[in-house]
């Protein structure tokens, strides 16, 4: 995998005319170290889980194992009480939920819905993640992904009935002709799910659903798999019947860019679903934006005095200089970098040389320096304010008190 460089941070600190007090300033500003990986590969997954619930630990197993980018999940049953259980799945993933109908779901118990399709994405893809606008259909759900220099992807996560009603299956088919129509003026598409309908082996499925299914890719003129090209992998997505519900489909153009398409072999990983993962790496470049949790204790530079930051100056060029002559071969190297300069920047040079301070999470964004001098400049006024208040009150106090003494005096004298 072609890494293409990191973020301006990392590049400053490889120039050999580097800033460092203005890379401190900015540390300072931020109270952590981002930085970004371009990758060149997005792999895509789609999987009919049979409900969530049973399937969550191979999920998760699959995520990690196979670096997922994105992953569109079909037949989640999942209702709307339970909704929020796929963004506890994994930690470093995210999701857009769509729900099948509350009518269709009356009949199953309190945990437990019906169909429902969802895409996961990783969270480090949130810059470049957007839900798009899929009306009129609880079975189709889909995402833009930006590339921030003008180009547009999107991927479409769909599951397509799987009763006889064919005049339901038309219908939803008609809703995905008309998004990928529409959004294919814009960028790039790719469909992935659960069709529920064979576009190669149509024994043991409804071959109508077959032949609408045929002629939908003909008219967005989508490649069929293992006809348009070669894929690794078992022939089937559907284990039961040994045929082929679950595609990625997209155009030649997607085609060209395409590295890999595979359905996982039967046994290769644990799964309790009866449907096989179908996987594709495609060659897009997108920005994967990654944080480093911010430590315990940083640096507190506005209490640094010019000795100490001539130390830390003095550390940090040294280290960084040792740091510089790592080569950077993968994402692995590049993520060790990165950590190891963070190190460097806000731990191991600074501990010994710049006075620390606890990191507070809730620390409000707006509140700047200036904010900060007309809050002091107003409680000082209010403190002027209520001192001359207090005096007001105390003298008015003591003209009641003179009331009041006078007043019993006069009545002893009497």
């Not at 040389?353 to 509140?367: A, K, L």
Request: charged share 20%; glycine share 4%; proline share 2%.
């Amino acid at each position: 995998m072609k890494m293409m460089t990191i973020f301006k941070t990392t590049e400053r600190v490889c120039t050999k005319h580097l800033s460092l007090l203005y890379l401190i300033s900015m540390i300072t500003s931020m109270h952590l170290l981002s930085y970004i990986i371009l990758y060149n590969m997005v792999v895509l997954m789609t999987w009919n889980v049979r409900g969530i619930f049973s399937s969550t630990t191979c999920l998760s197993t699959l995520l990690d194992r196979e670096k997922c980018d994105v992953i569109v999940i079909t037949e989640h049953k999942l209702k709307q009480s339970t909704k929020a259980y796929l963004d506890t799945i994994h930690k470093d993933y995210a999701c857009f939920v769509k729900l099948d109908d509350d009518e269709t779901m009356f009949y199953n118990s309190a945990f437990s819905g019906k169909g429902g399709v969802a895409i996961m994405y990783k969270k480090s893809l949130m810059f470049s993640v957007k839900e798009i606008t899929c009306y009129d259909t609880n079975r189709i759900v889909g995402i833009q992904l930006d590339d921030h220099k003008g180009n547009l992807y999107y991927i479409i996560g769909a599951y397509l009935p799987s009763d006889v009603n064919v005049d339901t299956y038309i219908q939803e088919l008609n809703i995905l002709e008309n998004l990928y129509t529409y959004y294919s003026s814009y960028g790039k598409v790719i469909i992935a799910g659960d069709f529920n309908g064979s576009l190669i082996d149509t024994q043991g499925t409804n071959p109508i659903k077959a032949q609408l299914m045929l002629n939908f890719v003909s008219k967005c003129n989508l490649c069929i798999p293992n006809k348009d090209f070669a894929t690794g992998g078992e022939k089937f997505s559907f284990i039961q019947k040994r045929t082929t519900l679950d595609y990625i489909l997209f155009d030649k153009l997607v085609r060209k860019e395409l590295k890999t398409y595979k359905i996982l072999e039967e046994g290769s990983i644990s799964i309790t679903s009866d449907h096989l993962p179908v996987m594709v790496v495609i060659d897009f470049v997108i920005q994967r934006h990654n944080l480093v949790i911010p430590q315990p204790k940083l640096p507190t530079w506005h209490k640094a005095t010019s000795d100490s930051i001539e130390t830390y100056k003095n550390l940090t060029e040294r280290n960084i200089s040792e740091l510089l002559q790592t080569e950077l071969k993968d994402s692995k190297g590049i993520d060790k970098f990165v950590h190891d300069l963070s190190g460097i920047l806000l731990s191991s040079c600074a501990e010994s040389s710049v006075p620390f301070s606890s990191y507070n999470p809730h620390t409000r964004p707006e509140w700047t320096k200036a904010v900060k001098h007309l809050h002091t400049a107003e409680r000082a006024k209010r403190k002027i304010w209520m001192s001359a208040n207090s005096e007001m009150h105390s003298m008015k106090n003591t003209r009641n008190t003179c009331k009041k003494c006078t007043v019993i005096s006069m009545k002893q004298l009497k």
